[in-house]
């Protein structure tokens, strides 16, 4: 995929994993252009406001670029209207694939999800069946076909598809932030047994392993992104609790009395409008193994800078300091799942 003249546009670029890659991007001399809705707080100089949905709006910041990067996506549970799915993550990957052979691009690298799998079997590889359990991943499986279209009308185009695991780190409010958080306000209550395996990956990673992939030969190419090796539920809750020098408190919940609550919680919120911290969805994400393989990475030559572990360690000490919830807040900071 490797470009050596023009910029890099990152679509979607203003978020948490978009102005990660820009800041390696910065200090690599690469030139690039945000394109986003929302601002980019990180580097306002490089940003230009333009809607995926809508090629018009972004059409000319792309003059002068050489390769696509899209980060856009709806990807959150509570996505309201649910339509925004496919209008952000099917259309909008239309709109980038119609604006890329307008523009001249010819190399374009789509963030994608280890949702389009579903409920996959443990170590699930990029061979695995797809089969989304959900709006995000069938939307997101949905726009890798849109890029592999693209791919196929022309001759000599570079494709990327990527598919992370959850991404989690410092300054990011999803639901490993929520975990972390739990853990270290000394509110957690284990559902099941804990030895549900949870795959993850450190931002800086991710977007290391975005750059990385910029500098690859030509040709269409689709990884998971994993950092290895990964923890049971047990093992980070039990490293949570030791970086943060917190005791811990070995109170469980029977899967079935958490399903139970679920259902409560979810009835609650419909009656209320509200959106509630537990919900059966959240329940079942918890109590799930979603393990995923990344043997692929190799053959790329990549090697994650950080360790799982240290990339945990960092979160904690920003997040947490002095082992206590309420760290950073402000404006510096990117939801998600």
Known sequence: MKEDIGAIALLGGSGFIGTR???????????IR?????????????????????????????????????????????????SLYDQVNV???????????????????????????????????????????????????????????????APGRNLLIVRPTVVFGEQNRGNVYNLLSIVANGRFVMVGRGENVKSMAYVENVAAFLQHCLDLPPGMRLLNYVDKPDFTMKQ?????????????????????????????????AASTGRDLPISSLRVE???????????????????????????????????FPQGRAGGPGGQGLFESE
């Not at 949570?240 to 679920?262: E, Q, S």
Request: hydrophobic content about 40%.
């Open 91 to 153: 259309e909008g990957s239309r709109q980038v694939c119609l604006a890329a052979e307008e523009s001249g691009i010819g190399s374009i690298l789509f963030t994608s999800s280890v949702a389009v799998y579903g409920q996959a079997p443990p170590n699930t590889g990029e061979e695995g069946r797809t089969e989304p359990a959900n709006d995000y991943g069938r939307t997101k499986l949905e726009a890798e076909e849109v890029y592999r279209g693209w791919f196929s009308r």
């Open 21 to 31: 890659l820009a800041s390696r991007l910065l200090e690599a001399d690469r030139r």
């Open 34 to 82: 945000i394109i986003d809705i929302a601002p980019s707080r990180a580097f306002p100089r490089h940003w230009v406001a333009g809607d995926v949905r809508d090629r018009r709006t972004f059409l000319p910041a792309l003059a002068g670029c050489s390769v696509i990067v899209n980060l856009a996506a709806q990807h959150r549970d509570n996505v309201h209207p649910r």
């Open 236 to 268: 980070l809750v039990g490293f949570v609790r030791a970086r943060l020098k917190r005791d811990g408190r070995n109170l469980r919940v029977p899967l079935w009395l958490a399903r139970l609550g679920g259902r409560v919680f979810d009835l609650l």
């Open 285 to 319: 994400k918890f109590c799930a193994t979603t393990q995923f393989s990344a043997e692929r990475l190799a053959e790329t030559g990549f090697a994650a800078p950080i360790s799982l572990a240290e990339g945990l360690g960092r979160t904690l000490d920003f997040e």
